[in-house]
């Protein structure tokens, strides 16, 4: 069975950092795109940042320059280290993951694996 466990969430004052932990199982992160998404609720679930096979990455627009995806394929594993955070990167910080690894779209609809996701509050 295919799953993915996310770790790291908690409270923070802003300007603070922290570093969100995905572990897959039933699966090889080698062979997948891997994306994070955040979701505040009531509003859609955005991406935040994606990660291709190939370790290329993208990012919103609202967190480029703050936020760093990584992944360890040996480990099976993704991170996002978030820095400079801001009141507004609270929410629920969800991982994802699709089979193939070449395309790593912005919507979540495209994601067939999600965890179940970690808490980030940020406080001004």
């Known amino acids: 069975q295919e799953r993915v466990v996310e770790s790291g969430g908690g409270s923070v004052q802003a300007g603070g950092s922290l570093r969100l932990s995905c572990v897959a199982s039933g699966f090889s992160t080698g062979a997948s795109a891997m994306a994070w998404f955040r979701q505040v609720p009531g509003t859609e679930r955005e991406a935040v940042a994606t990660s291709r096979r190939d370790q290329s990455t993208q990012y919103s627009e609202s967190v480029k320059g703050r936020f760093t995806v990584s992944r360890d394929d040996a480990n099976n594993a993704l991170y996002l280290q978030m820095n400079s955070l801001k009141s507004e990167d609270s929410a629920m910080y969800f991982c994802?993951?699709?089979?193939?690894?070449?395309?790593?779209?912005?919507?979540?609809?495209?994601?067939?694996?999600w965890g179940q996701g970690t808490q980030v509050t940020v406080s001004a």
């Open positions: 994802a993951a699709r089979p193939g690894g070449w395309n790593a779209p912005f919507s979540a609809k495209e994601y067939a694996t």
